[in-house]
């Protein structure tokens, strides 16, 4: 298999995919105005990646290198209790057990939170969905492996409905009880890959990103409930600079 990716530089940055506590959710960054993306390194502690970075994310996922990347293996829980998070910044989901792994090129890595971004963070072809959702997963050596799946609108009242229906409107977390995160995967799982970062404050270029080619629909209402909360929560794209985008 074609090995071309850098190997996956290891960090202290457990905590920003962790579940925030409410007290973590005055960090002074937002996506918008004096404390949006342009000034998160001056904003936010220890995010100097965030404008000295060569290898941030999202990007725009158009040019790939047709190559014979390492598939990933799904193996998420189906019986796994879950919360409904709003921590300031998005909705998040967060899994009160073990929720299963993936296993990308014989390594392992645990389910460790799930949340969205509107619009989606990554274009494909310069083009961004509505919406993105973000499977986040790490190793036993902290490495960090995030899958993204596109949301769009069109298809029928689901998971995504019943995620909006108990989402909390103000930062706080409900119980939303047993859950299984594989029914929001699309059938086909030809993917992007590329080498890059968190999308929020830190920035740490510590993440492994799989990005899926085919979006999931989702019903217009779950899209406009989301959007009623967080209008704007994405980054604006990054330069892909001397990284191998690659497909599969």
Known sequence: ????????????????????????????????????????????????????????????????????????????????????????????????????????DGKDYALLQLHFHHPAEHAIGGMRSPMEAHFVHKAADGALAVIGVMLVGGGQAGWMDKIMAVAPSTPESVVWGMQDPRVLLPPDRNFFRYQGSLTTPPCSEVVLWTVLHQPVAVSDAALAAFAALYEMNARPLQPLNRRFLLTE
């Open 1 to 104: 298999m074609l090995k071309t990716l850098k190997s996956l530089r290891l960090g202290a940055v457990l905590a920003a995919f962790a579940a925030p506590t409410l007290a973590e959710t005055a960090h002074h960054w937002t996506y918008e105005g004096a404390e949006g993306p342009d000034h998160w390194a001056e904003v936010a502690e220890g995010a100097g990646a965030c404008a000295a970075g060569q290898e941030q994310s999202p990007i725009n996922l158009a040019g790939a290198l047709p190559a014979d990347a390492p598939d990933v293996t799904i193996g998420w829980a189906s019986n796994t209790d879950w919360s409904v998070q709003n921590n300031g910044h998005t909705i998040q989901l967060n899994p009160a057990g073990d929720a299963g792994k993936i296993s990308v």
